[in-house]
């Protein structure tokens, strides 16, 4: 039975989804775990939508994090948003990468063994699906394998905890040696008076 549509669901029907498992063991099925208020469940959820339109053999569930209880989210071990896990009656493997049509659909690929569905639904071959998606171009990680010599705007948008701990060691730095760069300034300006009354 092929499934085109994500299924948006609560605990209810993510009993069902597991049951399903259990009914056919040889299927698949996605679940993406999200939350509304997280950037990057909202880029990836439209990616997932795709996801179910290229392998439409494997039913695809998303559930909003506050339609789940934390007991349920906690014993499937997720720590964050969006978590992807695909599943079957002996398996369940978490997806961990990049979250843009082209990895996961290796990942399915990978994992399920089935490949990208590149026919319609008339029966005619299409050209294949994955080669219509071209990346964002601003979205692109830089190839510098060096943090500090990647632009700034990129290192806060690829390394958002790294800028946030540097910023916070250099305002450290300079809470803990202002008041000796003060001093020293104070020192300095007084110096040439003090030179001054010494000549006369």
């Given amino acids: 039975m092929t ?11 993510l009993a069902r989804a597991v049951n399903l498992l259990y009914l056919n063991k040889d299927e698949y099925i996605a679940v993406l775990f999200y939350a509304s208020w997280c950037p990057f469940s909202q880029e990836c959820k439209p990616n997932f939508e795709k996801l179910a339109h290229l392998f439409p053999t494997i039913r695809h569930f998303a559930f909003e994090e506050s339609a789940i209880r934390p007991s349920i989210i906690s014993r499937y071990g997720i720590h964050g948003f ?3 896990f695909l599943l079957n009656s002996t398996m369940r493997v978490r997806y961990h990468g990049p979250r843009t049509v082209k990895p996961l659909a290796a990942f399915y690929s990978d994992v399920s063994g089935i490949s990208a569905s590149v026919e319609s639904t008339t029966g005619e071959a299409m050209p294949h699906p994955l080669d219509e998606i071209e990346p964002k171009k601003d979205v692109e990680p830089e190839n510098c394998p060096f943090w500090w010599a990647r632009s700034p705007e990129n290192i806060l948008q690829q390394d958002t905890y790294l800028a ?4 916070f060691v250099i305002l450290r730095l300079l809470y803990l040696l202002f008041p000796r760069i003060v001093s020293a300034a104070k020192w300095f300006l007084h110096l040439p008076r003090a030179s001054k009354t010494e000549i006369e």
Avoid: M, V
Avoid at 164 to 167: D, E, F, H, K
């Fill in 3 to 13: 499934q085109l549509c994500t299924n948006f669901g609560d605990e209810a029907t």
């Fill in 82 to 84: 969006p978590t992807l």
């Fill in 164 to 167: 946030l701990a540097a910023s």
